[in-house]
């Protein structure tokens, strides 16, 4: 169960976070939910999670620190190992980008970005991108990956083409 701060009584109701079609749920613990677009991430911090689906709440997996799992529509995914300390990334402003597909990539610039982002294409957005970034500077990130994968920017008022 959760603990409360300044040595108050144990929170007796689970801590859990619902995001798209599942439920993650606190097992005394430090993780990362993140909703992508077309599924959504669960990466285990700091001890363990529970993940669920809301429609088969009965076949759950446990995500430990250093693993992630993905859910959608369809189901749970197979458990990922995670290099390096995404809660650290995170908690420093770092966009932690391991072989993420250019689409997912522009899901989570599009967080930090002032206009919106969009894939030309379908096998565009299918690339992989590798790579660490600051979330202060979202545009940069973005000019970077573009430049590694070879792909053009146009920058029109208020959204940017990836193509």
Do not use: C
């Not at 430990?64 to 458990?79: E, F, I, M």
């Not at 990922?80 to 420093?92: K, N, T």
């Not at 967080?111 to 957005?125: D, E, K, P, Q, T």
């Not at 979330?135 to 920017?153: F, N, S, T, Y």
Request: no cysteine; charged share 15%; glycine share 10%.
């Amino acid at each position: 169960l959760p603990v409360s701060t300044a040595g108050a009584a144990p929170e007796p109701r689970p801590f859990v976070v619902a995001a798209a079609q599942g439920r993650t749920r606190a097992l005394g613990t430090r993780f990362i939910v993140e909703r992508l677009e077309k599924y959504t991430r669960v990466t285990g911090v700091e001890h363990k999670v529970q993940v669920a689906l809301d429609a088969a709440p009965q076949s759950s997996v446990v995500v430990a620190p250093g693993q992630l799992v993905r859910y959608d529509q369809q189901g749970l995914g197979p458990l990922q190992a995670v290099s390096g300390d995404p809660g650290r990334a995170w908690a420093q402003g770092q966009m932690v980008f391991e072989r993420m597909a250019l689409s997912d990539v522009v899901a989570r610039l599009n967080r930090y970005h002032s206009g919106r982002i969009v894939v030309g294409n379908a096998a565009l957005a299918q690339r992989l991108v590798s790579g660490v970034f600051p979330a202060a500077d979202a545009p940069a990130a973005l000019q970077a990956v573009a430049q590694e994968l070879g792909a053009r920017l146009l920058h029109l008022p208020g959204w940017v083409l990836v193509y």
